[in-house]
DNA sequence: AGTACACTCTAACAAATGTTAATGCCGAAG
DNA sequence: CTTCGGCATTAACATTTGTTAGAGTGTACT
């Protein structure tokens, strides 16, 4: 049932037998969550930290203009609010962009990793390092890229991650958001995100229709949004 | 010597004697580097982390195109690189944007610190949550806020960092970047960061000459940034 | 079948932001 | 003292992006 999550860790280094043992230790109840719903309140202080086990969530932050702004997408393996274990206190919420299933995991006993499981405590360490990585990247794709080159790097981004957890089938993953949605990811106006996905369906790299994104031309679209996946920390070594 | 990480680490949580001591113990050597150097290479592994004592410096990535975009401003205290201690490779570089006196912390002897002591290492870790956290905001900042915003909730973050490691003076600080400098923090181009920055200048919140920001108008220019300094985690509590 | 609703897409116009170029200021170097 | 070069500032114009409004489309519900 961890098996995304024993995908993602295991992507930047082995995981024992007693290193799942240990997470699959740490983890209390699951529950589902409807489209739109909150997983996580800004402002709470949560006691656990909620792995998603299927669907798509998101991070987001409101302005008192009513602006809405997503600040990462979660798939399936990651720990949408890992950082609450050490931050205490949410200064933004979690959204299911998708209906999602979750599990959680006792901030008791992940304390307890790290007083007992050095080894297994780096490696949650690196998935939240590799979090701000993709934050990083999104302050470059937001700063310094044409918008068409944000929404490719973002569709790059996406599929590699979706990938990982085998959540993908051959070049196609699925992309629960509306054009609104998306909006609020790339930071820009619903009328404005219509015409960049357009310009990118025009330029043939990619298909989408149905919540559902074809990806016809990798390696132009790599090339669009020039992605190097380095900062994903795929490889696999010691940590 | 390293008061300004205890006060950095210390603000989140109590700081042991004996942690300050494995902290000395990790670092080994101290260099300075003048205006515009590299302090760490993208693209190479360092076996060390670095630690500023003194100095600004900036994350950064450049497009293919020659544009460049900072992704974080580093500040006395902080560690600019600890994420390459498990991310292993750097996917952007670090630049010194005035004379930085910094002293490196050797990756065995963190390891050391994860693999004995628990506390210490959960510090280190929320050190890059922050980092993560700051991420987060800086997105928020560049896809829903105004310019104008944009560039208050910058001054707002940097004096309360710099207050935090006693780097300002009633309510002045020192900041060296010049508007191109700028420009590649909030993602525009200089004609139009000389707009905003005259725009926030004339709105009478805060004087700014001779890399000297004077916040004249604290309250003010909070609300103009919407800024909550939540995600920063000033709070003392145990982690 | 008909209605309501959410979503996509387009048009027309307004506002924000980028580009290019020129001016003035000031400190460093000769 | 003079010259040079980097930086801040402004203007004029081009391009991108936002706003408002409305038409089309598909689906769930009655």
């Known amino acids: 049932m961890l098996e995304s ?6 992507q930047h280094d082995a995981l024992s037998d007693a290193e799942k043992a240990l997470l699959a230790g740490a983890m209390t109840f699951e529950r589902s969550f409807a489209v739109g719903q909150d997983i996580v309140a800004s402002g709470s202080r949560p006691t656990y930290s909620t792995l998603i086990l299927d669907g798509l969530a998101a991070r987001y932050k409101v302005l008192e203009n009513g602006g809405r ?6 798939v399936p393996g990651d720990f949408v609010d890992l950082h609450a274990f050490l931050l205490k206190t949410m200064d933004h919420g979690i959204v299911a962009l998708s209906p999602c299933h979750v599990i959680f995991a006792d ?6 990793i790290t007083e007992e499981a050095p080894h297994l405590t780096r490696l949650l360490w690196l998935d939240t390092l590799v979090d701000g990585a993709i934050h990083r990247e999104w302050i470059v794709a937001m700063g ?4 068409t080159s944000h929404l490719a790097h973002l569709l790059c981004e996406l599929f590699v991650r979706l990938q990982v957890v085998q959540r993908t089938s051959d070049m196609t993953f699925h992309l629960p958001l509306s054009q609104a949605e998306m909006a609020d990811v790339l930071g820009l106006s619903v009328v404005h995100m219509n015409r960049v996905i357009g310009a990118l369906r025009r330029v043939g790299v990619v298909a989408w229709a149905n919540h559902t994104v074809t990806i016809l031309d990798w390696h132009r679209l790599q090339e669009i949004a020039e992605f190097d996946p380095t900062y994903l920390s795929m490889m696999r070594e010691p940590r």
Do not use: I, M, P, V
Not at 5 to 10: D, Q, T, V
Not at 107 to 112: G, I, V
């Open 107 to 112: 901030h008791s006993r992940l304390r307890a």
């Open 144 to 147: 310094r890229r044409s918008k």
């Open 5 to 10: 999550l024993y995908l993602n860790l295991g």
């Open 69 to 74: 702004q997503f600040t990462s997408l979660q």
